[in-house]
């Protein structure tokens, strides 16, 4: 089992500046790595997560440091439940944590015979397992594709369909082609638990929350989650209207400095490598 270690945490910290005395929103606490660090440089947190497995891990932290932690048990598509005089930055630590992907019984992994479960929160109805039961070999297909890339996708569907494998073993031998069985994975995972959707909602939410002056970080992991960032960000930070009429609208917000992981850090945490660092700050 790989030690929880957090993504550019460094160049988070590094993106946010000075946060003493500032209250940030962790939209995705997991581990507690950026809360933990966010707290320990002077920065009160309101943290977000719908696992409930972490919940002893956000109590420990809370015996540590008492009001200046706040955690909140839900889907971060929630934080419009906060005023926005409460926080001064939001951060966003997407995809899925080591603590998920390494416990089998979870269902995320390939890697580890288990149900083929994939809930963040598993007080959710709906599994991995019931969303192949109830999709049709089409919609199944188009999950795989839209959230995989996965290129034979209508084959695999109707082979999923067929044989309904019920553990991540029977799914990974169903797949004939190695280099589909991530995809395969992930795209199942992000449709189970509406990933895509909880992201825009949460961003539609921050835009207009974030104070002037203040920063949203987003951490992504794969091109589609990124490419929506990317696509959100580049909204934000464009002139509305036509430049060359006096009526056009400023961008509200600035982009940040797009980060990598440094070799450095991909020697030490091979999970990182494909993470991406992007910013805006508002105002």
């Known amino acids: 089992m790989m030690k929880h270690i957090p993504v550019l945490l460094n160049d988070v910290l590094e993106m946010l500046g000075d946060i003493r005395g500032h209250t940030i929103v962790d939209c995705t606490f997991g581990a507690g790595g950026y809360t933990r660090a966010f707290l320990e440089r002077g920065a009160n947190v309101i943290a977000f997560d ?3 497995n972490v919940i002893v891990g956000a109590e420990q932290i809370k015996k540590e440091y008492g009001d200046r932690f706040r955690f909140i048990n839900d889907d971060f598509s929630t934080i419009n439940q906060l005023d926005n005089t409460e926080f001064d930055d939001v951060v966003f630590d997407l995809g899925i944590s080591s603590m998920q992907i390494d416990n089998g019984d979870r269902g995320f992994s390939f890697r580890f015979d288990g149900p083929l479960d994939m ?3 598993s007080g959710t109805k709906h599994s991995a397992l019931d969303l192949i039961k109830e999709k049709s070999a089409d919609e199944l297909a188009d999950i795989l594709y839209e959230y995989g890339d996965v290129k034979k996708s209508r084959l695999l569907a109707k082979i999923i369909k067929q044989e309904l494998p019920t553990t991540t073993f029977q799914l990974r031998d169903l797949i004939k082609n190695p280099h589909d069985i991530a995809p395969v994975f992930q795209a199942l995972r992000i449709a189970v638990n509406d990933e895509m959707g909880q ?8 835009h207009d929350m974030l104070r002037v002056g203040g920063k949203c970080a987003c951490v992504t992991f794969h091109s589609i989650e ?35 992981p440094s070799d450095e850090e991909l020697n030490q945490n091979p999970r990182a490598r494909s993470a991406h660092l992007r910013g805006v700050q508002k105002g």
């Not at 992201?199 to 921050?206: D, T, W």
């Not at 929506?228 to 509200?252: I, M, S």
């Open 199 to 206: 992201i825009k909602s949460a961003l539609e939410s921050v």
């Open 119 to 121: 809930r963040m929160d």
């Open 226 to 260: 990124d490419r929506l960032v990317k696509n959100t960000f580049k909204q934000w930070t464009t002139n509305v209207g036509d430049p060359r009429l006096p009526e056009t609208k400023p961008a509200e917000y600035k982009m940040l400095k797009v980060y990598t």
């Open 50 to 52: 719908r696992d409930k």
